[in-house]
Nanobody
Framework: QVQLVESGGGLVQAGGSLRLSCAAS????????MGWFRQAPGKEREFVAA????????YYGDSVKGRFTIPRDNAKNTLYLQMNSLKPEDTAVYYC????????????????????WGQGTQVTVSS
């Protein structure tokens, strides 16, 4: 089992920045890739970013590329999502998730590949 707890959400003005954290506990993290997804009311869950835990390769959704980064601190078992130049359309509940490490790169954009999920944290961007 892997337990994931997100934090850091809140209200921010357009153009501002926010950093989300995802604290992980449980099984060995080098076995897992980690990702961030988001879901706005009435919309499907959207891929935001992912990272291979051991290799450091990162992947981003088109809507956040160049604005968001997904650093991680293996020593602290913590995943982050640094969000800059926020827009009102970034408003959503953000979830972190863990997936087995054997998938090909593109597969990590598919939320069905993730086995463990956090409870989510709300991010609201005002215009």
């Amino acid at each position: 089992q892997v337990q994931l707890v997100e934090s850091g959400g809140g209200l921010v003005q357009a153009g501002g920045s926010l950093r989300l954290s995802c604290a992980a506990s449980g099984r060995t993290f080098s076995r897992y890739a980690m990702g961030w997804f988001r879901q706005a009311p009435g919309k499907e869950r959207e891929f935001v970013a992912a990272i291979r835990w051991s290799g450091g390769s990162t992947y981003y959704g088109d809507s956040v590329k160049g604005r968001f980064t997904i650093p991680r601190d293996n020593a602290k078992n913590t995943l982050y999502l640094q969000m800059n130049s926020l827009k009102p359309e970034d408003t959503a509940v953000y979830y972190c998730a863990a997936a087995p490490s054997y998938y090909t790169d593109y597969a990590y954009r598919d939320y069905a590949k993730y086995d463990y999920w956090g409870q989510g944290t709300q991010v609201t961007v005002s215009s």
